[in-house]
């Protein structure tokens, strides 16, 4: 079969030629940013690939679909493959056109848009927060009336927690239209609005092969937030233990959701299940991709499968990596984010005793700026034990150490430890 791939990962780490296997033909139309500036290793990772199209500014050109259509019309593709939540739809769009099976553009909207996913789980009786459309501020002032303050105000189709806001009175309102202008126009935006709730953010992982759940397995936040990394504030996850009684319940209402939404025969996942302060269960949203932000390598520490190449495998019909039922060691992760200032020192190794991986994305002397992402990261850390409470312990201590060898200088004269 002739694939076409839609691109804007790292290619030092998605090899999808070898993933797909010779007996396939892959053409990969792909970000620029995702190539290495080094020449020996950008022609590593472009080796394999029949024909290779470069792009700047991928995400927000239109110039991607015209010239994915010009190569269809002299080759004629087989599939589309894209993995990043930002390619979803638009690879089904191509499917359609290009009239080759996939997920289709009805399915790829409910997992990327988050009001129509909201109606669907609502209507099959999934947990869900309040929420309403927001296209003005009429509509958020209704909403807030009905629900009270605080209120969560998303993009319908964002991704990475972008432009999540937590309004909690009047002052973030107007905040909010300074930073929304579409809200004052007559189409006005695409926002939703969503009832707070207070929470322990858990996060379900995994996949299904043929209409079957090949992997699925729950992690915790524990006290940390997705938007604790906009604030500079270090985030961590850890995967449950076997026997935790969260567990089976998180994996039940995912599934729930999952039997509610189009969910392709084949595809990865990403839930996000709130325990809420009473005890209870609330679904948030879920997404048919695998989870970002060194969640992926969580798994793959614990499980042995990276679940994008689990997908491609056996989406090219190649013998997929064993999955076995449990982790065969808990896992779990941190991201240190950056804070605004220059940094002056920053760790080079981590002694801290389970860490299996230290990453830093940063050298002294940058200037940094609060991420607008919860993936944005200086440093990061992958720890493995026998336990939730083993993992955890080395995460915190990890911490400790980041911050306190760490140094960002704040200001002409002012510097601060992380």
Known sequence: MRYLILNRTPLSLFRFADWLGAEHEAVLL???????????ERAAQLAGYARVEVVDDFHFNPLVESRALALHREQSFDRVLAVSEFELLRAARLRELFGVPGQDVASATAFRDKLAMKDILSAAGVPVADYAPVANLADLLRFVDRVGYPVVVKPRRGGGSMDVRVVRGPQDVESLLRAHRELGADDGGQLLAERFVEHELLHVDGMVVAGETRLMW?????????????????????????????????????????????????????????????????????????????????????????????????????????????????????????????????????????????????????????????????????????????????????????????????????????
């Open 30 to 40: 792909t970000d620029a940013a995702a190539l290495s500036a080094d020449p020996a």
């Open 218 to 418: 729950a992690s915790t936040q524990g006290e940390t937030s997705c938007l604790d990394i906009k604030e500079g504030r270090p985030l961590h996850s850890c995967l449950l233990d076997p026997e935790d009684p969260l567990l089976e319940p998180a994996r039940d209402l995912t599934r729930r959701a999952l039997a509610a939404l189009p969910t392709p025969e084949t595809s990865m996942f990403h839930a996000e299940v709130f325990l809420a302060t009473d005890g209870s269960l609330v679904f948030n949203e879920v997404a048919s991709r695998a989870g970002g932000g060194m969640i992926e390598d969580m798994v793959a520490l614990a499980f042995g499968p990276f679940l994008p190449e689990l997908y491609v495998r056996t989406l090219a019909g190649n013998e997929p990596p064993v999955v076995p039922s449990a982790p065969d060691r808990i896992a779990g992760l941190s991201l240190f984010p950056p804070r605004p200032g220059t940094l002056e020192a920053i760790p080079d190794e981590c002694p801290v005793p389970g860490i299996v991986a230290y990453r830093r994305y940063a050298d002294p002397g940058a200037e940094l700026e609060l991420s607008q992402m919860s993936v944005g990261k200086i440093g990061s850390v992958l720890a493995a034990g026998g336990s939730r409470a083993e993992v955890e312990k080395a995460l915190t201590e990890a911490i400790t150490w980041f911050e306190t060898a760490t140094v960002i200088r704040s200001g002409a004269t002012q510097t601060v430890r992380l």
